[in-house]
């Protein structure tokens, strides 16, 4: 069952916003809005904190690191960590920390991809495992999508674990839109779409993979119930994982769907309860499940379409 907590949040309605479960509390952090054809005309740098769902506090309405989306939220060695993403149009791959929530540091400025530093990003996979901050895959250039894998236990130096490579036994194909999650005590990644050139979806995947070192993925599944998708969420609460919406490919539209999963392999839909939506912002927190803000679009022809951005609040109860 599912209730909704609220449907207005005092932050903007949005999609691509990161978030966190942190000191107690869930945090959301940017995100971005635009028109009603779906072209991005606002990049939020704001920072909320709520620790039920309902009040949200606005730490801060223009953190240091800039309006952007596609981004991802951390909680590591005691602070959040903000990673990359579009940041007012333009790909990044720098790294900002904070305590608190207001006062942000930068600890990777952004630069030419190297050894130590991943390529510039966005709509990729992030995870904590192993005492380490993880990114994987995403949408970038020279590979526009991404399967390649870095770790870093500082979010200075990161360790390049997996290089770009076609799909394989041991490495699922690049990706955009996916999304992450660490269960049973190893790295999960799900679905995603794929790019070989700008805003051009190529497939769109509907598989399950999981590794321990991130050097060597395991296939669990394919063309899972919930196949042909991206920009959807899973987070892992009661001993299981829970696949929240996304967007199905090829104009099948933004979903309401909710999935569970024990292993990977077999998946059941449950009830869910919360409008259709993608790109939206999905927590465990307090054994509970949340869905937060997103967009949800629909479109009768390419000159009639409806987009409603989302800062609305659901839970599972």
Known sequence: NWAEVTAHAPFSGRYGLSGAVFNNSMWVVGGAAGNANGSVTYYYGDVWTSSNGSSWTEKTAGAPFGGRYGSQLLPFNGKLWLIAGNKNGTLMNDVWSSSDGVTWTQVLAPAAPSATQFSS???????????????????????????????????????QVLANGPSSAGQFAPRWGLSTVVYNNAMWVLSGAHSTVPNVIDTAYGDAWSSTTGSSWAQAANLN???????????????????????????????????????????????????????????????????????????????????????DVWRTQ
Request: proline letters at 5%; one cysteine or more; hydrophobic letters at 35%.
């Open 121 to 159: 990003r966005e709509d990729f996979g992030a995870l904590v495992y192993n005492n380490a901050m993880w990114v994987i895959g995403g949408y970038g250039t020279g590979p526009i999508s991404k399967n390649d894998v870095w770790s870093s236990t500082d979010g200075i130096t990161w360790a």
């Open 225 to 311: 119930p919930y196949n042909l998708s991206y920009y959807h969420q899973v987070v892992a609460n009661n001993n299981l994982m829970w696949l929240t919406a996304g967007f199905l490919w090829n104009n099948w539209g933004p979903e309401s769907t909710v999935w569970t999963s024990g292993n990977g392999a077999n998946w059941s839909n449950v009830p869910s309860a919360f409008p259709p939506r993608f790109y939206h912002l999905s927590l465990a927190f307090n054994n509970q499940v949340w869905v937060i803000a997103g967009c949800n679009n629909s479109c009768n022809s390419t000159s009639n379409c409806s987009v409603t951005y989302l800062n």
